[in-house]
């Protein structure tokens, strides 16, 4: 089976990949506007991209009407966000976080989430959220209808259970992140490991 997603399946081209590429990392990203308004949203077309420097980049989408979404447009104005991963505990209250709400209104109210002072940006970061990548905007690429942010990591906030201060590790045992699956509704947890070593 062939599909030309130029052509004959273009309009299935999210449908189809966002079923394909799995399990996809969830950033619940946080930002805030020029005047202060705080808007939380969770982005799965997301992922690091390197470490020196540290950088992560998401894609926001356009609303249905073709503006952009809030997450956007105040990255566009202020230029800094906040990374909130998503584990099994905070499942429920990152989906409330994708309801379209008025700009303005919070999602973190309705989805009884906690803001948390960050270190280095303004937007907050989610209390409850297992890790937290404070990110400055390095850039944002436009590709056709595509967005995509590319940030800086100036700051990681994570519980304390989850690092080891000695061995300077993350004890990836006890990050049960979880991940998504195909569109539009399916989402899969990251308990169930196997560990399969690099040749040498």
Known sequence: MELNLETDYADRAYTILASLVTPRPIALV???SA????????FSFFNLLGAKPPICAFAPGD???????????????????VVNLVDESVAEAMNQCAASLPFGESELTRAGLTAAPSSVVK??????????????EWGTLQIGSNRVVIG???????????????????RTEKLLTIGRMASPHWYCKTGERFEMKRPD
Request: with cysteine.
């Open 123 to 136: 937007p907050p970061r989610i209390a409850e959220s297992p890790a937290s990548l404070e990110c400055v």
């Open 63 to 81: 609303r249905d009407n073709g503006t952009p979404k809030d997450t956007a447009l105040n990255i566009r104005a202020m230029h800094e966000f």
């Open 30 to 32: 946080t930002t805030i």
């Open 35 to 42: 005047d202060g308004k705080v808007n939380a949203a969770p």
């Open 152 to 170: 800086l990591i100036k700051r990681i906030h994570l519980r304390d259970e989850l690092f080891d201060a000695e061995k300077k590790r993350v």
